[in-house]
T-cell receptor
């Protein structure tokens, strides 16, 4: 059964400093990776999707995937206080009926 | 405007009762899902439907029954409620129900069972 672990559990950064979040997964056949942000007011929004090793950028959000190391990360450039939220890593396998396995989340706080 | 509408936003129930959580999507998608987020646990997959047919069920208990009366509806009936059922239930949808698609989530229904 797929296990997805995120680290750190919580992270505090200053406005403008880079924020880096990590996610490891257990099933090496996984090939779909998404980072979601969970705001109490806005629900769940997808930030970036990545399907092959390397880097994928969507605005200020960049995902890095290394499937050999079972690792995907999210880097947030120039974070703002409005980026304070819970960040969730979601992993799935093509053909798997879109069954996403989520990590437990990283609580990001961006201080002015 | 939210494109996936979940009703109600908050729900309080007593142990042993039955409740229906409503989900409607206006994205024109053919696949819909239910996920659950319990306190201190990650979001977990419950059901997936594609073209109103059940595709995957990861819920052990038959007390949870999805109901799809229309293509853009997937309600969740929960019977014989228990305090452990307290959680936020998220409905989601995607274009076709094939792996690798982006899922769009509703804002959730927070259920508290007393």
């Amino acid at each position: 059964q797929q296990k997805v672990q995120q680290s750190p559990e919580s992270l505090t950064v200053s406005e403008g400093a880079m924020a880096s979040l990590n996610c490891t997964f257990s099933d090496g056949t996984s090939n779909n990776f998404r980072w979601y942000r969970q705001h109490s007011a806005k629900g769940l929004e997808v930030l970036v999707s990545i399907f092959s090793d390397g880097e994928k950028e969507e605005g200020r959000f960049t995902a890095h995937l290394n499937r050999a190391n079972l690792h995907v990360s999210l880097h947030i450039r120039e974070p703002q206080p409005s980026d304070s939220a819970v960040y969730l890593c979601a992993v799935s396998i093509t053909g798997g009926n879109n069954k996403l396995t989520f990590g437990q989340g990283t609580v990001l706080s961006v201080i002015p | 405007d939210p494109k996936i509408i979940q009703k109600p936003k908050y729900l309080v129930a007593v142990t042993g009762s039955e409740k229906i959580l409503i989900c409607e999507q206006y994205l024109g998608h053919n696949a819909m899902y239910w996920y659950r987020q319990s306190a201190k646990k990650p979001l977990e997959f419950m059901f997936s439907y594609s073209y109103q047919k059940l595709m995957d069920n990861q819920t052990a208990s038959s007390r949870f029954q999805p109901q799809s009366s229309k293509k853009n509806h997937l309600d969740l009936q929960i019977t014989a409620l228990k305090p452990d059922d307290s959680a936020t239930y998220f409905c989601a949808s995607s274009q076709m129900g094939q792996g690798g698609e982006r899922l769009f989530f509703g804002h959730g229904t927070k259920l508290s069972v007393l």
